[in-house]
């Protein structure tokens, strides 16, 4: 047993050492053969590589950019493709496109087309889905681009502008009607002079009217871009109040409803006097219409820091707040109030004469003066809505006169 234990241990020994010795030979022959030219044999294949300058130019393009290899690899791609989900685990995420990547890279012809996208990680039913022009086109002979646009925000003005289109000639149509109508009526009762007034009455209600429309028009067109197109001048908030509460006055009195404004005064906004005053004066005359009778609406005036109201740069706000003990908003119609023509009543907007463009000019004016406007309410509570706005300073002569004492201004004014 001894022997053929020692016998078994050389055995080992001997292919150990032929082993080793192997190895040595075939590393050495490697050697020689790259010191001498020769191929050693086939390399493993590599991932194509993008033209040069290609990888610059998907750097700075707007559109989300995909290069796609011979097995449909995604060889690059941009942040905005992962971001709206169009690559997922290095493949391309959306079969519609995948589909022509590979029609294009058989005939090397460039496709288009239009397609609607749900957002990653939100339910098709929650979200407006996301509407996307994919272009596809060869890159070399191996390679192909996708190039997708999000158009989503374009369709979105094309649809507003389609509305704002129909709705104003359905607008304009009313009260053009009903003057047509009227001037025929008053033109039968010739012989009837109670007849003649009253229906002249009636016309001079819609002319106010198409005169209010036409003018809402003109206000809102120019401040729908937000931008600000005039110098802007110092403005005296009490002044803009003064001006919102003797614009409602005979409706509020009608209604016996009074209007209250209190809170800071001595404050001053810059901007265009106009624009805020139409924006201030549609907040308030909201509030009378959709309040029932012998009720109170209230104005508020506060200094506040954009800090701590928008997490901006430490600076000064001005808030003014319109409150009602109206009917209230839905919690689905407060996502819609400021669009162009919506009611949330249209039926009571026809008996108060509203065109649903107001708050639409409110939240315009807000933006092309670097403030917000927002919306609380409750159903059968009321509502309030507040603009905020960036603080101005008094004009000179009106800060040297601040010295002298005042009387307090009245806290309720109807």
């Known amino acids: 047993m001894a022997a053929a234990a020692a016998c078994a241990i050389a055995g080992l020994g001997v292919g150990l050492t032929a082993s080793i010795a192997f190895r040595w030979s075939e590393r050495e022959q490697g050697r020689a053969n790259g010191s001498s030219g020769r191929n050693p044999g086939p390399?493993?294949?590599?991932?194509?590589?993008?033209?040069?300058?290609?990888?610059?130019?998907?750097?700075?393009?707007?559109s989300c950019a995909i290069v796609l290899g011979d097995g449909d690899e995604v060889v690059k791609a941009s942040s905005a493709a992962y971001a709206m989900g169009l690559v997922r685990g290095g493949k391309v995420a959306v079969d519609q496109m995948l589909a022509l990547a590979r029609s294009t890279r058989r005939d090397g012809e460039i496709r288009q087309i239009e397609l609607e996208l749900t957002r990653p990680g939100v339910p098709a039913r929650a979200a407006e889905p996301l509407a996307v022009s994919v272009r596809v086109a060869p890159l070399g002979s191996r390679l192909v681009l996708v190039l997708v646009e999000d158009r989503t925000e374009r369709r979105r003005i094309e649809a507003i502008r389609r509305d704002f289109v129909a709705n104003v000639s359905h607008e304009l149509k009313t009260p053009v009607g009903a003057l047509s109508l009227l001037s025929e009526a008053v033109a039968d009762a010739s012989d009837d002079p109670e007849a003649v007034q009253r229906f002249a009455g009636r016309m001079q209600v819609e002319a106010t009217r198409l005169a209010s429309l036409v003018q809402e028009i003109i206000d809102l067109s120019r401040v729908q871009d937000d931008q600000l197109k005039v110098d802007p001048e110092p403005v005296a908030v009490d002044e803009l109040i003064a001006e919102a509460i003797d614009?409602?006055?005979?409706?509020?009195?009608?209604?016996?409803?009074?209007?209250?404004?209190?809170?800071?005064?001595?404050?001053?906004?810059?901007?265009?006097?106009?624009?805020?005053?139409?924006?201030?004066?549609?907040?308030?005359?909201?509030?009378?219409?959709?309040?029932?009778?012998?009720?109170?609406?209230a104005i508020a005036t506060r200094r506040i820091s954009s800090a701590a109201a928008l997490g901006e740069a430490d600076g000064e706000l001005i808030e003014i707040s319109v409150t009602d003990q109206g009917i209230g908003i839905s919690e689905k119609d407060r996502e819609r109030i400021f669009e162009r023509f919506y009611r949330v009543d249209p039926a009571r907007s026809r008996l108060t004469g509203g065109t649903g463009l107001g708050l639409s000019i409110v939240k315009h004016v807000a933006a092309s003066h670097r403030g917000t406007?927002?919306?609380?309410?409750?159903?059968?509570?009321?509502?309030?809505?507040?603009?905020?706005?960036?603080?101005?300073?008094?004009?000179?002569?009106?800060r040297a006169s601040s010295a002298a004492p005042t009387l307090p201004a009245p806290e309720a004014r109807s």
């Not at 390399?43 to 707007?62: H, I, K, Y």
């Open 43 to 62: 390399e493993p294949p590599q991932e194509p590589a993008l033209p040069p300058g290609v990888d610059t130019v998907l750097s700075v393009l707007r």
């Open 247 to 297: 614009r409602c006055r005979q409706t509020a009195a009608a209604k016996q409803i009074v209007i209250a404004a209190g809170g800071t005064t001595g404050l001053y906004l810059v901007g265009n006097r106009g624009q805020l005053a139409a924006a201030l004066g549609n907040l308030v005359e909201n509030a009378v219409n959709y309040s029932p009778p012998r009720t109170r609406v």
């Open 373 to 398: 406007v927002s919306v609380w309410s409750v159903e059968g509570q009321g509502s309030t809505f507040t603009l905020r706005l960036p603080a101005g300073q008094a004009p000179v002569e009106d």
